[in-house]
């Protein structure tokens, strides 16, 4: 029964390509986000969604387009993939934008461009 | 954005505690400080939270000064399995301070 969920787990794919990662949260929370991990673990935040509206869009390239049909779930869409795109995203969810809720986040999707 | 500095590595054995400090000088007076662990092929996992002075869990202890321009995170009686990265981070009620996180201390524990 798990509280976020991404798939898929693994993905790898062409340059050029246009792919999709899907987050599911099962814990009623308000709040989604979508993280980048890169090869040397830097976790950055992308985006994240209150009550389905975007709240941060952080300085990344429009081919990333994240979708907010409900509450419980917000999804990737990678345009035209790079190489640079290669890395671990990362969904996670919080109750609220609250400075004391905890964040709740997905095992991960490893994308590799090649 | 109030940013955080940590050390980069830190290596301990079994058994014993472990303090991993965390630099915030630029913290704003609604930010808590927040603690994340990281397995290899994990997302982060919540630890502790705090405001000030001293917060304890069942995983851990969290120490902040009167200033809280920095905490330290206390985990007491390591074991191998307590080898992860560890993620201070500075959260505020603001879109553009929720969760960033900084390059986080890597946790080696040794038998």
């Known amino acids: 029964d798990t509280a976020v969920s991404q798939t898929p787990k693994y993905l790898v794919t062409q340059m050029g390509n246009d792919k999709s990662i899907k987050c599911e949260q099962n814990?009623?929370?308000?709040?989604m986000y979508w993280y980048k991990q890169d090869s040397k673990k830097f976790l950055k935040i992308m985006f994240s969604y209150n009550n389905k509206e975007l709240i941060i869009n952080e300085t990344v390239p429009n081919r990333f387009s994240p979708k907010s049909p409900d509450k419980a779930h917000l999804n990737l869409h990678i345009n035209s993939l790079e190489l640079g795109d290669s890395a671990v995203y990362f969904c996670a969810s919080s109750q609220s934008l609250e400075a004391d809720t905890e964040a709740f986040f997905g095992q991960g999707t490893r994308l590799t461009v090649v | 954005l109030a940013k955080t500095t940590q050390p980069i590595s830190m290596d301990s054995y079994e058994g014993q505690e472990v303090n991993i400090t965390c630099s915030h000088n630029n913290i704003a007076t609604n930010d808590y400080i927040t603690w994340y662990q990281q397995f290899p092929s994990q997302g982060p996992r919540f630890i502790i939270q705090g405001y000030k002075t001293k917060v304890t869990n069942e995983v851990a202890s969290l120490f902040i000064p009167a200033d809280r321009k920095s905490s330290t995170l206390s985990l007491p009686r390591v074991s191998l399995s307590d080898t992860a990265v560890y993620y201070c981070l500075v959260e505020g009620y603001s879109s553009a301070s929720k969760i960033i996180f900084g390059s986080g201390t890597r946790l080696s524990i040794r038998p």
């Open positions: 814990l009623g929370h308000d709040t």
